[in-house]
């Protein structure tokens, strides 16, 4: 039977932009959906709470607290398991792959050399695995995950581990796939997913508490009996990883973060 791929992305930008990024996407990709807010407000009303703006729900006044405002303002990042999870449900057939990649190029236009690749490129990665998360860059625990989160998973141990980068990832609808990514919807509260609450110690290295990102990675070291369903691949500075000349720049970020994962674990 033939495994069929289903590329899916969020757009939330201004008209103009909207119709700008989807018409790229769509040209990129045979089979695709773009999720946008308006798509959420009419036909997933029970996921409004996770596309809301909450900067009055967590009125920060601590100047010392890092954290983005277009975040707070898009729901934390919140929708962003839930539309993965809701596209296995209702887009998918079974064994399906789907593709999830940010799309906006115009902010990182290496963006659109990852949507040059073929899908063999996506079913080569994936293989017999059911998920494939990426990591961009050497981003410890301790630096995009709050205190707050760390303590609530028990995750000390693994604050020099590293963490992943949420700005695509790929899974298969196969029972592993879906509990992943459903576990992932779960833990991705508000609560979690915001700026507050955190301890008021905090590692030096802490930047920020990054949304999605940060639970994703709470996810894969609090799970640990789902990682020999998940490969981990690289997309030094957000350009999927190939091994071949035009990649040397990447192929010695790839050797950097190799090397920073292996001493800080």
Not at 198 to 226: G, H, P, W
Request: proline share 3%; with cysteine; hydrophobic share 35%.
């Amino acid at each position: 039977m033939k495994t069929n791929l289903l590329h899916i992305s969020y757009n939330n930008f201004t008209q103009k932009k909207q119709k700008y990024f989807s018409s790229e996407f769509s040209k990129k990709f045979k089979n695709s959906f773009i999720w946008t807010p308006e798509i959420i407000n009419t036909k997933y009303k029970n996921l409004k709470w996770s596309i809301k703006n909450y900067q009055k729900f967590f009125q920060i006044e601590n100047k010392k607290l890092k954290f983005f405002r277009q975040w707070l303002q898009n729901g934390c990042q919140a929708w962003k398991p839930q539309i993965i999870y809701f596209s296995l449900n209702d887009l998918c057939k079974p064994n399906d792959i789907l593709i999830y990649h940010d799309i906006n190029f115009e902010k990182y236009p290496v963006y659109l050399k990852n949507f040059d690749l073929s899908d063999s490129f996506f079913l080569n990665l994936i293989g017999s695995h059911s998920v494939v998360l990426f990591r961009d860059t050497y981003q410890p625990l301790k630096a995009q995950c709050k205190n707050f989160l760390l303590k609530k998973f028990n995750m000390q141990e693994f604050k020099n581990y590293n963490g992943f980068w949420s700005g695509s990832l790929i899974v298969k609808n196969d029972s592993k796939g879906k509990i992943f990514i459903k576990k992932w919807c779960k833990i991705s509260t508000i609560e979690n997913l915001g700026p507050l609450p955190d301890t008021a110690e905090r590692d030096s290295s802490f930047f920020m508490n990054a949304v999605d990102q940060s639970t994703l990675s709470i996810l894969y070291y609090k799970e640990r009996k789902f990682q020999q369903y998940i490969k981990i691949a690289y997309a030094p500075f957000r350009m999927f990883f190939k091994f071949n000349f035009f990649y040397l720049r990447s192929i010695k970020e790839f050797i950097r973060i190799k090397y920073l994962e292996f001493k800080n674990e």
